[in-house]
């Protein structure tokens, strides 16, 4: 069975559609898109019938070169874009409208070698050097009359290599963005979730061991009596709500690198692990007030510093801000 993106993949190339105007933007009405369309056929057999060869000044290739076994001729070019017709792609102008990216003038046809290195190194290749190429192409048309009548059909042929594979790469880029926000959807949920079970767990762990130290103290616990209490069910769940403390605080760390909340989550588990809470009860010392209060302080300590994680992980895991809001 196909991965759900792959999915989503394919159905976002099934909406693509070639019409008079060329493939348009899958993006719902009123968004921005996420690049303007292709050229129109119009404009791509205008592209063809005025150029011979590919419009880097020192190259010879023709558009199409001839297959010496068969004599038919074969598309050797595709229709590169001085300024990207992609936002990010090589020399993007976001002051241009669509119309001037799609028009003629922004556009040159170039072999399959010299339209692959302009887009590849841009650096190298600036918008101002591409129209100087472009006017030296149109002049030697002018020149020599010499240039490709394309067909309907070699027209979509010079459509599906120049953008198809633009379309697809835009397409999945946006499909891989949509999935990793998912992920970072559900790592956010799961961390939620994780402290949430912490928060509860670590507050039942301070009501045991405060009915504890009342109990102990009030009913001269021994040694034995511990034991005994440790096998209870109340004591099971008790060792059960530390080890849910100590578990969802290994599988934050392995997830997160937030230092407001590692933090956080440092204080809170050395207030747990802090010897001065258990060790009165155990060894049978909390009997007098002075010792019971010194561990109901730290008590309500421990309740205070996970409540702390509680509102500082809420705040870092909130969900981002969608497009638009303030």
Known sequence: MRSAPFRLFELALDEL????????????????????????????????????RCGEPTCKKPLYRLNGDTGEYILNSRIAHIHARS?????????????ANRAASNLIPLCDTHAWEIDQTP??????????????????????????TLTDTEVADVIGASFTDQLKETILSGIYAAAESI??????????????????AANSWVDALQIIAISSAGHRW?????????????????????????????????????????????????AVS????????????????????????????????????EEIGIKVLADPPTNGAP
Request: net charge neutral; proline share 3%.
């Open 17 to 52: 559609s070639v019409g008079d105007d060329g493939p348009v933007s899958n993006t719902s009405s009123g968004a921005r898109p996420i690049e303007h369309r292709t050229p129109t056929e119009g404009t791509i057999k205008q592209l063809y019938g005025t150029a011979w």
């Open 87 to 99: 936002k990010g792609g090589p020399r993007w102008d976001p002051n241009m409208s669509e119309a």
């Open 123 to 148: 650096e190298h290749f600036t918008a101002d050097m591409l129209h100087t190429w472009k006017k030296e192409q149109l002049a030697e048309f002018q020149t020599l009359q010499r240039s490709w």
């Open 183 to 200: 992920r970072n959807e559900e790592r956010r949920q799961r961390q939620r979730l994780l402290i949430a079970d912490m928060v509860y």
């Open 222 to 270: 021994k040694a034995s009596d511990m034991i005994e209490w440790v096998n209870t069910d109340s004591g099971r769940a008790m060792a059960q709500n530390m080890e849910i403390i100590k578990k969802n605080a290994r599988k934050i760390r392995f997830e997160t690198r937030d230092v407001d909340l590692l933090a956080a989550l440092d204080v809170a588990q050395t």
């Open 274 to 309: 802090n010897s001065a809470i258990f060790e009165p009860v155990w060894n049978g010392s909390a009997r007098d007030a002075e010792t019971r209060m010194v561990i109901y302080r730290h008590l309500n300590h421990v309740k205070r510093v996970f409540l702390d994680l």
